[in-house]
Structures are given as C-alpha cells and as structure tokens.
T-cell receptor, first 113, second 117 residues
C-alpha cells in the first residue's frame, strides 16, 4: 500500500526566510510521481510542483523546490524567501499505478512578519 | 477557461436525505476523481473514473455512488446522508498516464461544503 507521511503538523517561519516542509513516502513501485499542493484558508487546492521517480534533477518552480532523496524516500518542499501569502496548509501527494494520488495529512505553515 | 466546476458550493442536508454533487471539466481530461476532506485532515479518495463508462472505488466509497456517462461530467451521489458524511468534497481531473510522469497532476474544483444534521 502507498503511504505519505508529513510529520510536521505546524511550522512557523519569518518572512523572507527559507523553510523546509518534510514529506516521506512508502511504495514498492519503481515508477511514481510526487506532488505538492497548497491550500490557503479560502480552501482551494493549488498545484505547486511535481517530481517523477526517474527524474535525476530536483524539480524547481520559482521559489519552490523539491528536495528529492530517493534512497531515503523523502520529497521535501523548500520555499525560499517566504512571503505572508505563503501561509497555508501544504499537502504532499504520491501517484503510483492507476494514476490515483494519495495525500498526506498536511503541514500548516504560518509566515510571521 | 473554466477548468473543473463543482456545484453546489454549500449544502445542508438532514439525516437520511439524498443529493447529488455535480462536477464538470472542460479540459478533455480522461481521469476524474472525488475526494473528501474532513476538518484538519488530508484528502481521501472516494471514487475515480478513467473514462466514460468506467468507474472504480477509492479508499472510502461507502455511502456514495458515481456515474460517468460523458468525458466532461462526473456526479457524486450521496444516498441516505449521515453526519459522518459532513465534509468538504473535491472533484478533480487529470490526463492520466504512467505514474512517473506529470500526466497525473490533478486540477481541482473549488470544493463543495456539505453539512449533515
């Protein structure tokens, strides 16, 4: 069975600093995808970044990067230069066979001014 | 470009009532999904569909039914509503493809908040 674990229920960061949100995954499949989504207080789900299991380079999208460590089965999200608008819930997710995504429980990020 | 459209946004049901949550996408995506999100929790898959006429159960299908008669529409039916079905429901869609590709990036609807009293 596929499982995503996010061990940080809440995280705090000062504005303009970088923050790392942890995500570990468990799968026996060789081919899988890893995703991060942002859910602001308004409730919508916003796609941030994707990493494929065969991708050798870490994915980056603007201020977001995914620190992919395959041997450790971790896919941490790094947000650089945090902004007040980054305050939100962040979900890590994984797709394996069947194209279904399994989500973690989320990390609530608060950016302090 | 509407993306994924869900209706209604809010609904209050009495125990034992039934209702249908509507979902439509205009991106010609093959795959569609229904997730539920309980307060402070992650998303759990209820049902999904890989194409018109094909549906399958997810992690928490009990109390729900779906159909997929067209590529665009994927309604979720709640029969005999129970307080345990109080949740936010998200419809999503994707192109679908091999697990190690970006074809499985989900586009979500805005969500439907359901309360069962």
């Amino acid at each position: 069975a596929q499982k995503i674990t996010q061990t940080q229920p809440g995280m705090f960061v000062q504005e303009k600093e970088a923050v790392t949100l942890d995500c570990t995954y468990d799968t026996s499949d060789q081919s899988y995808g890893l995703f991060w989504y942002k859910q602001p207080s308004s409730g919508e789900m916003i796609f941030l970044i994707y990493q494929g299991s065969y991708d050798e380079q870490n994915a980056t999208e603007g201020r977001y990067s995914l620190n992919f460590q395959k041997a450790r089965k971790s896919a941490n999200l790094v947000i650089s230069a945090s902004q007040l608008g980054d305050s939100a819930m962040y979900f890590c997710a994984m797709s394996t066979s069947g194209s279904r995504l399994t989500f973690g429980e989320g990390t609530q990020l608060t950016v302090n001014p | 470009n509407a993306g994924v459209t869900q209706t209604p946004k809010f609904r209050i049901l009495k125990i034992g009532q039934s209702m249908t949550l509507q979902c439509a996408q205009d991106m010609n995506h093959n795959y569609m999904y229904w997730y539920r999100q309980d307060p402070g929790m992650g998303l759990k898959l209820i049902y999904y569909s890989v194409g018109a006429g094909i549906t399958d159960k997810g992690e928490v299908p009990n109390g729900y039914n779906v159909s997929r008669s067209t590529t665009e529409d994927f309604p979720l039916r709640l029969e005999l509503a129970a307080p345990s079905q109080t949740s936010v429901y998200f419809c999503a869609s994707s192109y679908g493809g091999p697990a190690g590709t970006g074809a499985n990036v989900l586009t979500f609807g805005a969500g439907s908040r359901l309360t069962v009293l």
